[in-house]
């Protein structure tokens, strides 16, 4: 016990950032606005974007495909579908814009209405998963998730409504960006009339430029795809490099801007670090530095910007200081492409990143610290060119340069595939190794996903989608393991409890815990946990908030978060409702858990883990070690033999969240033939 409690301690702070993505994914809807005291006429027409305005209108209606290259709040997301509007496009059809992120949705959504003035969710709306605002027959312009316009493509293949698409954010190669990259090629073939705008703030737009270009089939006199830049003016950045490799690159990072405070002319300083604990570790190390300076050295204000920051926090990064005061801002990725702080002269990068990578032994991903690539390397450079000529710093040598790869690997080469063979699946592509995808994932990725489809009972052994099952798991909106789960669930007569589950972890942060008030919460959450494990934990949790009429003063004495409980709530119904579509009986287990936990088993068998006796946890499936997350319930209780996860979290060990505990027989009587009894002969 004493040794588990050494290396975290639950409510660590270090783990507060748990349940966000890498930073650059993460849910900001942070937006600087320069120009916020002028009229929107005025303000709209300083953008960047704004002196292309016909130039870009032109492209559009000569090419089927337009890429537009220009940094972030240069205007792209916000006036390319108000400027197609305006000129006309919108009487054939919707102007569709795809984002990587729901909140984007949301809030771009939000601002174009109001830019347009109109009410939102009528010619402006926006559709995420379990959230629609939009008018049937009124909305002409529409924010919309990657992953909700391809649910979009299995009920409308050619998307007949859409005039055109927006694909925003691009350069984010998110698994979802490449699949409708991916489909609209195919669509935009049968289409002749639609048309296919792809948005980046990076400049890397030959691979894509190439991906289209090769679909000009016999009309070659007619090209049809088009680049174009909307940058201001760029000026040179000088680049430094080390002589010998950095062991430390946080203290190098800050070494680094101490030198270019004494050396160096006035201008602010952008360093890059991969996570926030390390912009926090790096701000300390320079806050110290800064105190020590004489009023002679000049003075130094350090701020932080990561995603986890409140919006008035990230605020700061963009204040201008009085004359003589360099500013040092301190960030994750976030500062790459998704916000654009202005006034930077110098850029420190540490030359690393954070990505989730999928390993598939284990069937896990995990986050991990990579290199950069060349084009991540000569953006975070560019941060520093965007007034007058800059300096770059990279904390390696160039001949570690030369040995980086080009661009930065796209999602779809290094994650788990399996929601996106299903959708594709259910989009008539049958055979995923012949998809021209913009950069095709790796064929042992792909049979591991069409493995655990076929285990789940998604795929025939031939290798199409089952009826029903596999279709309506393709059409939920959710994994398709908690898809099977749900299916199956009237079957092991629990589906309304299977129900709770399922939209219990469609949120976060369910459990608050207050500054000072940890312990007291601690003893109020014991009231619903279990030994069975963090599901029916959720279970017990909702039920009661169901129980006492979903009250929100009833949250905050049980220290539970009402906005997310309100959430899981509406969700809930959503997915109600589609089950009863599929004729799922709602029924209820009345109490009764095992069928709860064994139902859960149905669709999560392929997650089992049992405990070694070395005293770590294995999986079944590729022999990872495993720890329980301190979050989890079972964290302080006797560990289980065996559990199942629904997802893990990579620190310095594998930790393993929202665990269920089970009885392995479960596991050969409802998945035998991906666990043979051989396999589960655990020592
Ligand atoms: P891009 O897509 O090129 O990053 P956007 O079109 O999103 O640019 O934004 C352009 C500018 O519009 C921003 O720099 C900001 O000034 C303004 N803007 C965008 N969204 C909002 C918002 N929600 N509130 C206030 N201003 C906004
Ligand atoms: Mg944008």
Not at 75 to 104: C, H, N
Not at 585 to 609: H, Q, R, W, Y
Request: some cysteine.
């Amino acid at each position: 016990m004493a040794s588990k409690l050494q290396f975290l301690k639950p409510a660590d702070d270090t783990y507060s950032e748990d349940r966000s993505d890498i930073d650059q994914n993460s849910g900001t809807s942070f937006v600087y606005n320069p120009y916020r005291n002028l009229s929107i006429e005025k303000q709209r027409q300083r953008l960047p974007v704004f002196t292309s305005r016909n130039h870009i209108l032109y492209l559009i209606e000569k090419n089927q495909t337009t890429i537009v290259v220009g940094e972030t709040g240069s205007g792209k997301s916000t006036q390319i579908p108000q400027y197609l509007r305006e000129s006309g496009w919108t009487a054939d059809g919707i102007i569709g814009i795809a984002e990587p992120r729901r909140v984007a949705c949301t809030t771009l959504a939000e601002r174009v209405a109001e830019e347009c003035n109109v009410i939102l969710g009528k010619e402006v709306g926006y559709s995420i998963r379990f959230d629609e605002c939009t008018t049937p027959g009124v909305t002409k312009i529409k924010y919309m998730t990657e992953g909700l316009l391809v649910r979009e493509m299995m009920a409308d293949p050619l998307l007949r409504q859409y005039c055109a698409i927006v694909l925003d954010e691009v350069h984010e190669r998110t698994l979802y960006t490449d699949i409708v990259l991916g489909l609209m090629k195919k669509i935009l073939r049968k289409r002749r009339d639609l048309r296919l705008i792809i948005c980046s703030a990076t400049v890397d737009a030959d691979h894509l430029f190439n991906f289209f270009n090769t679909n000009m089939s016999k009309d070659s006199s007619k090209d049809s795809v088009a680049v174009i830049s909307v940058e201001g003016r760029t000026f040179a950045v000088d680049v430094f490099y080390l002589k010998e490799p950095m062991a430390n690159y946080i203290k190098g990072c800050a070494d680094t801007v101490m030198k270019i405070h004494c050396k160096e002319g006035p201008g602010d300083v952008l360093v890059f670090l991969t996570g926030a604990e390390e912009v926090d570790n790096c701000v300390s190390l320079l806050k110290d530095f800064s105190e020590s300076l004489t009023k002679k050295e000049g003075s130094l204000v350090v701020v932080p910007m990561h995603g986890s920051l409140t919006n008035s926090d990230q605020l700061r990064a963009f204040q201008s200081l009085p004359p003589g005061v360099r500013k040092v801002v301190v960030a994750t990725n976030i500062a790459e492409t998704s916000v654009t702080i202005p006034g930077i002269v110098y850029v420190v990068d540490c030359g690393f990143m954070k990505l989730r990578w999928y390993t598939v032994a284990s069937h896990t991903d995990s986050l991990v610290v990579v290199p950069t690539s060349q084009a991540s390397a000569i953006q975070r450079a560019g941060r520093a060119g965007r007034t007058r000529s800059g300096k770059v710093y990279r904390l390696y040598s160039e001949t570690e340069y030369e040995k980086l790869s080009k661009i930065t690997p796209p999602e779809m080469v290094r994650t788990n595939l399996s929601s996106a063979v299903l959708n594709l699946m259910a989009l008539g592509i049958e055979n995923m190794l012949r998809f021209d995808f913009p950069s095709p994932p790796p064929a042992r990725h792909l049979i591991s996903a069409l493995d655990e489809l076929f285990a789940l009972g998604a795929l025939t052994e031939e290798g199409s989608l089952t009826q029903p099952l596999g279709k309506q798991m393709a059409e939920l909106p959710i994994s398709p393991q908690l898809a099977k789960m749900l299916l199956v669930s009237g079957e092991f007569g629990c589906s309304q409890e299977i129900l709770s589950i399922v939209a219990m972890l469609q949120v976060q942060n369910i459990f608050i815990k207050k500054k000072g008030q940890g312990h007291a919460a601690k003893i109020i959450h014991r009231k619903f946990e279990v030994d069975e494990g963090d599901l029916i934990t959720l279970l017990n949790v909702f039920t009661a908030y169901v129980k006492k009429k979903e009250s929100k003063h009833w949250c905050s004495e049980h220290f539970l978060n009402h906005r997310a409980l309100k959430r899981a709530s509406e969700i809930r119904k959503r997915m109600e409702k589609l089950i009863t579509k599929f004729e799922v009986p709602l029924t209820s287990s009345e109490g009764g858990v095992d069928a709860v936990c064994k139902c859960i088993t149905a669709g999560m068998f392929p997650n089992a883990a049992y405990l070694h006796h070395s005293g770590s946890y294995r999986t079944v499936r590729g022999n990872q070690d495993l720890y329980i997350h301190p979050s989890s319930v079972l964290y302080t209780q006797k560990q289980p033999q065996w559990v199942l996860f629904h997802e893990v979290l990579h620190t310095s060990r594998v930790l393993m969240r929202d665990l269920t505990t089970i009885d392995p027989a479960w596991l050969l009587e409802l998945a035998p033939h991906f666990y043979e009894k051989t396999s589960l002969r655990c020592e």
